[in-house]
């Protein structure tokens, strides 16, 4: 059995990341990031959004602080669970048990 996602759940939850991340420029950064708003708006797949949220980060920390960028950044973050490889939910494992 495969813990791979349909194809059409995992394209409804890269629209759901593409569309956070949209808002989030839009909202919260200045319009010179429009570099950063197409490599956003046309990245092939969930790794090439995964990797735009550090430029992210910092275009929001410019214009809003970098509270907020971190607020806004842990909701985005939070929508790649389970996407990227080794994203399956959180296995911490307690030192204290070897």
């Known amino acids: 059995m495969s813990?791979?996602?349909?194809?059409?759940s995992l394209d409804a939850r890269i629209h759901e990341i593409r569309t956070k991340m949209?808002?989030?420029?839009?909202?919260?950064?200045?319009?010179?990031?429009?570099?950063?708003?197409?490599?956003?708006?046309?990245?092939?797949?969930?790794?090439?959004?995964?990797?735009?949220?550090?430029?992210?980060?910092?275009?929001?920390?410019?214009?809003k602080g970098e509270s907020v960028a971190r607020q806004r950044m842990a909701e985005i973050t939070d929508l790649f669970k389970e996407l990227q490889p080794g994203g399956t939910p959180s296995s911490k494992i307690k030192l204290s048990q070897f």
């Open 3 to 8: 813990n791979r996602k349909p194809a059409s």
């Open 22 to 63: 949209l808002d989030a420029l839009a909202n919260d950064c200045d319009p010179k990031h429009a570099g950063l708003e197409r490599r956003v708006r046309y990245a092939d797949d969930v790794q090439g959004l995964w990797y735009a949220r550090s430029d992210l980060m910092h275009a929001i920390s410019e214009s």
